[in-house]
């Protein structure tokens, strides 16, 4: 924390083939943090926040993440970890979206929204309830976040968050240091900016 306050908290978000890291570099900044993005494996260890953005297709990113040894170091990591979206399917264990084996972080699977009379994918405003962890504080209970996805994890006991979309599924998962979201804070107005700042700040993530 005292790091953080003297501008000093390296946070580093992982480079690959995801679509919204500019976007995410740019929050940061509003919210006073000069990250790094690298996708070398000492600049990722030494960082004492590491950020894992995405926006694109689970079996693509898998090969990028698996050609740079990625998908061995991400889950070693012992420094809190924040999964954005692909990010976040990508922590899971295996996802519908072209038969992709991911990193299991997560003992969960990523399934594809049912066909029906569901728009898929989901885009827009939604709102997370059921908040349970550290990084929604400050929040209220059902703020909206911005969404847009057309893959779905279960509610399970990972889950820290939740939205409904036709059913009940995770808006947010958490294991030990690792944290994802399905929303996009980045893109999710002041509310998701608390995210942000709870994530790098927080004195009590670790709770």
Known sequence: ????????????????????????????????????????????????????????????????????????????????????????????????????????IFDEDVKAFPIGDLKVPQIGWNEIAQLRSPLFEALPERAYMYFVHGYYVDVSGYSIARTNYGFDYSAALRKDNFFAVQFHPERSGGWGEQILKNFIYSKNLNS
């Open 1 to 104: 924390m005292e790091r953080a306050k003297r501008g000093q908290m390296k946070v580093v978000v992982v480079k690959y083939n995801a679509g919204n890291i500019r976007s995410v570099l740019f929050a940061l900044e509003r919210i006073g943090i000069k990250a790094h993005v690298s996708n070398v494996d000492t600049e990722i260890r030494s960082a004492d926040r590491v950020i894992f953005p995405g926006v694109g297709e689970a079996d693509s990113a898998m090969r990028y993440l698996k050609e740079r040894k990625l998908d061995l170091l991400i889950p070693t990591l012992t420094q809190p970890v924040l999964g954005i979206c692909l990010g976040m399917q990508l922590m899971c264990r295996y996802s519908d979206e072209g038969g992709t084996p991911c990193l299991g």
